[in-house]
């Protein structure tokens, strides 16, 4: 397995920001994904980080360091609809199948 | 475009009763996979098509699943007989080649096996 740990939940204030860790141990993958889902939802694409470093889009970026074996999505602006469910996925570099983390329940508040 | 369909999106059947999924992918989508989520774990991947051919199921559970995709276009996954640990959440996703971008997910099918 590849052990994709995600703290359960996080709270934060519309307008602040927030980041959601997510660490893993595992000998190899292609990338790494952050998807978010709405409750009953289909999961839908934010990110997806290969190399170490930042991929900023707008007001979410992701981070990742392979060496250390951790990455994070950052949310910047929090608005109220960004209250959802955040999916850290590994991409399986022994073919197209991702491996999800349990995911991070994240509730903005007014 | 349209989205991945997903069929239907809620379903209640007693133990050992058969039950069938159907997932329509973004047309032209050669790639469809599914995945499934049960309670309180992770989703996790049942299997690829690339076209009418299964490249990856090593995710079925067991030989109660069969997945299925006729002419490389809708795909199904039957669940016979079924149990109450199938409870849960089924995805189906698809994308156009190996770009990793071009992963999209259906919205899901509920299974509640009572």
């Known amino acids: 397995g590849q052990n994709i740990d995600q703290p359960t939940e996080m709270t934060a204030t519309e307008g602040a920001i927030v980041q959601i860790n997510c660490t893993y141990q595992?000998?190899?993958?292609?990338?790494l994904f952050w998807y978010q889902q709405h409750a009953g939802e289909a999961p839908t694409f934010l990110s997806y980080?290969?190399?170490?470093g930042l991929e900023e889009k707008g007001r979410f970026s992701s981070f990742l360091s392979r060496s250390k074996g951790y990455s994070y999505l950052l949310l910047k602006e929090l608005q109220m609809k960004d209250s959802a469910s955040y999916l850290c996925?590994?991409?399986?570099?022994?073919?197209?199948?991702?491996?999800f983390g349990k995911g991070t329940s994240l509730l903005v508040t007014p | 475009e349209a989205g991945v369909t997903q069929f239907p999106s809620h379903s209640v059947i007693e133990k050992g009763q058969t039950v069938t999924l159907r997932c329509d992918p973004i047309?032209?989508?050669?790639?469809l996979y599914w995945y499934r989520r049960v309670m309180g774990k992770e989703i996790k991947f049942l299997l690829h098509?690339?076209?009418?051919?299964?490249?990856?199921e090593s995710g079925m559970p067991n030989n109660r699943f069969l997945a299925e995709r006729t002419g490389g276009t809708y795909s199904t996954l039957k669940v016979q007989p079924a149990e109450l640990e199938d409870s849960g959440v089924y995805f189906c996703?698809?994308?156009?080649?190996?770009?990793?971008?071009?992963?999209?997910f259906g919205s899901g099918t509920r299974l509640t096996v009572v």
């Open positions: 996703a698809s994308s156009q080649d190996y770009s990793v971008y071009g992963y999209t």
């Open positions: 595992t000998s190899g993958f292609n990338g």
């Open positions: 980080n290969v190399l170490d």
């Open positions: 996925a590994l991409h399986s570099n022994s073919g197209y199948a991702l491996n």
């Open positions: 047309s032209g989508h050669d790639n």
């Open positions: 098509f690339v076209k009418e051919s299964k490249q990856d």
